[in-house]
């Protein structure tokens, strides 16, 4: 994972960008076939997995960051001869796909699940509040108003923040679940209830 001097992961998005674009055109000059389910099959194994390794860690706020990630979904599955003649929104639900920003906000609850069940370390000392009505809330740090807004941007996007407060959007219901794939399963239930548009072009 790459981090410049000034905290930006704009590096980071445009080198793993690049390196899953050089295995879409491997893919596409290898298997000469434009069907959904290979194309989706080889996707999956192959590409889409360079996008998202750590991304709990770098998850990008920027607007070009997360159109340079999306770019690359977008123009792999254009190929797809069924659903090429959809807008890009239109091709993940055919494709019964998320974008991967959602997938991304989807890992960051996941890994704050973790933390609140101790199956990984609380590294940024996360803390939660048990009440009856709202379940396990996770308490959201707050940074000196006297900061420069650089640095509050920074601050908006860290785990430390961004984790909690997604985690404070899902049902209480979910809190308890103590089977990881179980929570997953309703997890992704409640993230797919919700209208996917990335901010990219069709």
Known sequence: VIVSADLSW????????????KVVAWVLSAFKTRDKLTLMTLYKSLVRSHLEYCCPLWNTPKRADIQELESVQRTFTAKI??????????????????SLQRRRERYIIIHMWKVLHGKCPNDTSIKFSATPRHGYRAMVPSL????SQHNQTLFDSSFAVAGPRLWNT??????????????????????ISFPDEPPVPG
Request: with cysteine.
């Open 144 to 147: 000196s108003r006297t900061c």
């Open 170 to 191: 899902i049902p209480a219901s979910l809190h308890t679940i103590e089977d990881i794939l179980r929570f997953k399963s309703l997890l992704t239930a409640f993230v």
């Open 10 to 21: 704009s590096s980071h998005v445009n080198v793993i960008a690049e390196r899953a674009r």
């Open 81 to 98: 001869q069924s659903v090429r003649h959809l807008n890009y929104w239109e091709r993940l639900k055919a494709l019964n796909l998320m």
